[in-house]
């Protein structure tokens, strides 16, 4: 299956700052989704990352406060922009894989805001 | 969206199997059935999936019923490893994306 490396894998930020989250995929993939837990909570997707278009994003998230970049098949970045304590979750990217192995999700990066 | 229903927590004693089961009325006939497990402060790792026929890996069987609208991941021998939450998801026809329910939390007693 395929292996992601994400990060920060953990990051304390100031109210009204960025933090981009990288995750590099060891193989090519169509696409790459980010997801969101908030503490104690499950995953909700944020948004879907395709290479060469915009990403699309689900209910609730915008592009103003999630940018997302896709510039090659392995790779992708989510900024949490403008951060105030509710942004506070854990993030993670995550992949289909190719063949019959489902999807592979990254270790995550837990955000604190403060 | 397709739903599926899990308990919020099950108990399951070291060494001996765990059945964990997932009730999903509403799902179409081509809506796969997925379980993935969250350990703690870890992404969610795939454990198996099915469509129609019962699935055998490494790590877990997939009971899939007859009508399809219940299926039942079976953990063989529970190992305190295994402590962690389990969820049940159903990929909704042409949809590519994961959605992620409450899921079971899995207690394993020494």
């Known amino acids: 299956s395929a292996v992601i490396s994400q990060k920060p894998s953990r990051d304390i930020c100031q109210r009204g700052t960025s933090l981009t989250i990288q995750c590099q995929v060891d193989s090519q993939v169509t696409m790459m989704f980010w997801y969101r837990q908030q503490p104690g909570q499950s995953l909700t997707l944020i948004a879907t990352a395709n290479q060469g278009s915009e ?37 993670l990217c995550s992949v289909r894989d190719r063949g019959d192995y489902g999807y592979t999700f990254g270790s995550g990066t837990r955000l604190t805001v403060v | 969206d397709a739903k599926t229903t899990q308990p919020n927590s099950m108990e399951s004693n070291e060494e001996e199997p765990v059945h964990l089961p997932c009730n999903h009325s509403t799902i179409s006939g081509t809506d796969y059935i997925h379980w993935y497990r969250q350990l703690p402060s870890q992404g969610p790792e795939y454990v198996i999936h099915g469509l129609t026929s019962n699935v055998n890996n490494r790590m877990a069987s997939l009971a899939i019923a007859e009508d399809r609208k219940s299926s039942t991941l079976i953990l063989h021998r529970a190992t305190l490893r295994d402590a962690a939450v389990y969820y049940c998801i159903l990929l909704v026809g042409s949809a590519r994306q994961l959605t992620f329910g409450s899921g079971t939390q899995l207690t394993v007693l020494p």
């Open chain 1, 55 to 91: 990403a699309t994003y689900e209910s609730g998230f915008v592009i103003d406060k999630f940018p997302i970049s896709r510039p090659n098949l392995t790779f992708s970045t989510l900024t949490v922009s403008n951060m105030s304590p509710e942004d506070s979750s854990i993030y």
